[in-house]
């Protein structure tokens, strides 16, 4: 890796950030504890509007920002830290526990969880603990264990490993993402970090939020959103099969009867 | 690069794969003279698409096959549209239950559950009946004795039944009842399990209403393209469970497929089709039942609670 190269995308994620405070004002009056600093975190997101067509197999976004007014003397002296959530619309879901019934595994009463994140994600440049205590993350609402289930949740044992099972699955189908060095810092204010949306994202609004800790405190807050919509085809299907579900059924049929007659005619013999 | 996203299913799959995969079951459905379902809806399971949507669009394929196998069996005159009809007005009743009775065990999770046992109960039945029919006649034929044709004409308790009718084509004089039964059942199958009950049908038309061979095919495959149709109707309209874009690379594989497994069909004796047939309803049964019975990765599970 060159120095230029290095340098070029120095410029090129400064002149971004740039058209992005240009385009969207930063929202006003960050939440900043009393008597700390100065410095201000500014973000944007690199695709603010996600369309899903047929050659869609998930996506990475990069958010990335600088650090207004930075203390930092040198890269990487470990004076900021950088959090980003992403958190997509919210979705109800069914968790079910199979036990063992007579030698068949069935399916035990389930449990509803009515508005969860149907995605969240949390990069970091350090250990979210080690960046702010865990009173601090639950208040922001940073992090998994912090995810709020509350109504759904009464605290059981039994409620509790639902919980985690959902986590759980969640993390397994790459909806919910923990990553601790997800966020890198290049030179002395700049930062840098991916997400990556898996193929199976719900359609919506993504909330961005970016919080900038020094010393364990919140010193600035920014935030940014992204529109994850169907296009095209997608859509056109989509729309019709949820707005016009029996013209839907029909069109479904006509294309089956059609091709079937179409194969008949093509390959008859006699 | 083939990769292709389906809009309902949310998911993406590979193109080859599912034309591939509904050329397969169109293959072995054109070989053996059966709808395929019973095939395909578990390999779409198998394969990541939902369930719900592999019931749904399993059945939007078999219209199109079948259109296709009765347009071939209406010219050779081996449609019975008088038990057509009967069959068609107890597979309608049959598939509304199903669609109501799927839309209930959804909601209190128990719809992959009733769905397998179903699929074991059935195809582990058919599958043991055929392969140990198949496998007697060809024992029999190896020893040198003659195989005793079906008695036709003798008279069984369906006879003492009320209402009944005449079908002049398949020259039989029945009560209207076991038609209509046979037709629920099948209707039932269908809208459950996203098959089009061939497999069910036309052993219980020549066993129970003891119609000639060569016309229980063509009346089956005939009544399956109206109540498949209904179930893709009723499904798409009541659950949103329908995806097209995969139907319709199921339903272009399967048209090609199929004609290829008419041919190779035609190579191999009866009693050989029926058995190797019989092997592959077993697999598929035994497949299943494993599912059921082994200890899952995760006895977790989240489904979406709009879904139901």
Redesign the interface.
């Given at each position: 890796m060159g120095v230029s190269r290095l340098g070029l995308l120095l410029l090129f994620v400064m002149l971004l950030g740039g058209a992005a405070r240009a385009q969207a004002p930063v929202p006003p009056a960050p939440v900043v504890k009393p008597g700390t600093s100065q410095e201000k975190v500014q973000a944007d997101i690199s695709t603010r509007q996600i369309t899903i067509q047929s050659n869609f197999t998930g996506i990475e976004i990069l958010i990335f920002g600088s650090v207004d007014f930075s203390d930092a003397r040198m890269p990487a002296s470990g004076t900021y830290d950088v959090i980003a959530v992403v958190r997509g619309p919210n979705d109800s879901v069914v968790v079910r526990k199979k036990t063992r019934v007579a030698g068949l595994w069935i399916n035990g009463p389930g449990k509803t969880y009515t508005d969860i994140p149907s995605f969240y994600a949390v990069l970091s440049s350090r250990p979210i603990r080690a960046i702010a205590s865990d009173d601090t993350l639950r208040e922001l609402g940073i992090g998994l264990s912090a995810l709020d289930f509350s109504r759904d949740t009464a605290g059981s044992p039994q409620e509790q490993s639902f919980k985690s099972a959902l986590i759980r699955l969640m993390e397994e189908r790459n909806l919910y993402t923990v990553n601790d060095s997800g966020v890198v810092f290049i030179g002395r204010s700049l930062f840098r970090g991916t997400v990556a949306l898996p193929v199976n994202l719900s359609t919506g609004l993504y909330l961005v939020d970016v919080y900038l800790f020094r010393d364990g405190d919140l010193a600035s807050r920014t935030n940014g959103s992204l529109e994850v919509t169907k296009a095209g085809m997608e859509a056109t299907i989509y729309n019709l099969a949820f707005h016009k579900p029996f013209l839907y059924g029909l069109l479904g049929i006509a294309i089956a009867v059609l091709a079937g007659l179409m194969g008949w005619f093509a390959f008859r013999r006699d | 690069m083939f990769?292709?996203?389906l809009?309902?299913a949310?998911?993406?799959v590979n193109l080859l794969v599912m034309l591939g995969l509904g050329a397969a079951v169109g293959f072995l459905s054109g070989m053996f003279g059966v709808g395929g379902g019973f095939l395909l809806t578990p390999f779409l399971m198998l394969s990541g698409i939902p369930p719900a949507i592999a019931v749904a669009t399993g059945a939007?394929?078999i219209?199109?096959?079948?259109?296709?196998g009765t347009?071939?069996q209406w010219?050779r005159g081996n449609v019975d549209l008088h038990m057509g009809a009967l069959l068609i007005a107890g597979g309608v009743a049959g598939a509304l239950v199903g669609v109501l009775l799927l839309k209930y065990l959804r909601g209190v999770?128990?719809a992959?559950?009733i769905i397998s046992?179903t699929y074991v109960v059935f195809l582990g039945t058919i599958g043991a009946l055929m392969l140990w029919e198949s496998v007697n006649v060809m024992r029999r034929q190896r020893a040198g004795k003659s195989v005793s044709a079906r008695k036709s004409g003798q008279h069984n308790w369906i006879h003492g039944l009320p209402f009944k009718m005449r079908f002049p084509r398949s020259r039989l004089y029945i009560s209207a009842i076991p038609p209509l039964a046979i037709g629920g059942l099948v209707g039932l199958l269908a809208s459950f399990l996203g098959v089009g009950g061939g497999f069910i049908m036309v052993p219980a038309m020549i066993y129970i209403l003891r119609m000639p061979t060569n016309i229980v095919v063509g009346t089956s495959i005939f009544q399956i393209i109206f109540v498949t149709?209904l179930v893709?109707?009723?499904?798409?309209?009541l659950n949103?469970t329908?995806d097209?874009?995969l139907?319709?690379l199921l339903?272009?594989g399967g048209?090609?497929g199929?004609?290829f497994g008419v041919r190779a069909g035609q190579k191999l004796r009866g009693e050989q089709l029926r058995a190797l047939l019989a092997l592959m309803v077993l697999g598929v049964a035994v497949r299943i039942l494993i599912d059921?019975?082994?200890?899952?990765a995760?006895?977790?599970?989240?489904?979406?609670?709009?879904g139901?």
């Amino acid at each position: 890796m060159g120095v230029s190269r290095l340098g070029l995308l120095l410029l090129f994620v400064m002149l971004l950030g740039g058209a992005a405070r240009a385009q969207a004002p930063v929202p006003p009056a960050p939440v900043v504890k009393p008597g700390t600093s100065q410095e201000k975190v500014q973000a944007d997101i690199s695709t603010r509007q996600i369309t899903i067509q047929s050659n869609f197999t998930g996506i990475e976004i990069l958010i990335f920002g600088s650090v207004d007014f930075s203390d930092a003397r040198m890269p990487a002296s470990g004076t900021y830290d950088v959090i980003a959530v992403v958190r997509g619309p919210n979705d109800s879901v069914v968790v079910r526990k199979k036990t063992r019934v007579a030698g068949l595994w069935i399916n035990g009463p389930g449990k509803t969880y009515t508005d969860i994140p149907s995605f969240y994600a949390v990069l970091s440049s350090r250990p979210i603990r080690a960046i702010a205590s865990d009173d601090t993350l639950r208040e922001l609402g940073i992090g998994l264990s912090a995810l709020d289930f509350s109504r759904d949740t009464a605290g059981s044992p039994q409620e509790q490993s639902f919980k985690s099972a959902l986590i759980r699955l969640m993390e397994e189908r790459n909806l919910y993402t923990v990553n601790d060095s997800g966020v890198v810092f290049i030179g002395r204010s700049l930062f840098r970090g991916t997400v990556a949306l898996p193929v199976n994202l719900s359609t919506g609004l993504y909330l961005v939020d970016v919080y900038l800790f020094r010393d364990g405190d919140l010193a600035s807050r920014t935030n940014g959103s992204l529109e994850v919509t169907k296009a095209g085809m997608e859509a056109t299907i989509y729309n019709l099969a949820f707005h016009k579900p029996f013209l839907y059924g029909l069109l479904g049929i006509a294309i089956a009867v059609l091709a079937g007659l179409m194969g008949w005619f093509a390959f008859r013999r006699d | 690069m083939f990769q292709i996203y389906l809009p309902i299913a949310e998911i993406s799959v590979n193109l080859l794969v599912m034309l591939g995969l509904g050329a397969a079951v169109g293959f072995l459905s054109g070989m053996f003279g059966v709808g395929g379902g019973f095939l395909l809806t578990p390999f779409l399971m198998l394969s990541g698409i939902p369930p719900a949507i592999a019931v749904a669009t399993g059945a939007n394929q078999i219209v199109g096959t079948s259109v296709s196998g009765t347009l071939a069996q209406w010219r050779r005159g081996n449609v019975d549209l008088h038990m057509g009809a009967l069959l068609i007005a107890g597979g309608v009743a049959g598939a509304l239950v199903g669609v109501l009775l799927l839309k209930y065990l959804r909601g209190v999770g128990q719809a992959g559950l009733i769905i397998s046992l179903t699929y074991v109960v059935f195809l582990g039945t058919i599958g043991a009946l055929m392969l140990w029919e198949s496998v007697n006649v060809m024992r029999r034929q190896r020893a040198g004795k003659s195989v005793s044709a079906r008695k036709s004409g003798q008279h069984n308790w369906i006879h003492g039944l009320p209402f009944k009718m005449r079908f002049p084509r398949s020259r039989l004089y029945i009560s209207a009842i076991p038609p209509l039964a046979i037709g629920g059942l099948v209707g039932l199958l269908a809208s459950f399990l996203g098959v089009g009950g061939g497999f069910i049908m036309v052993p219980a038309m020549i066993y129970i209403l003891r119609m000639p061979t060569n016309i229980v095919v063509g009346t089956s495959i005939f009544q399956i393209i109206f109540v498949t149709a209904l179930v893709t109707l009723l499904h798409a309209t009541l659950n949103h469970t329908l995806d097209i874009l995969l139907a319709f690379l199921l339903i272009i594989g399967g048209v090609i497929g199929g004609q290829f497994g008419v041919r190779a069909g035609q190579k191999l004796r009866g009693e050989q089709l029926r058995a190797l047939l019989a092997l592959m309803v077993l697999g598929v049964a035994v497949r299943i039942l494993i599912d059921l019975v082994a200890r899952p990765a995760d006895i977790y599970s989240i489904i979406p609670a709009a879904g139901g």
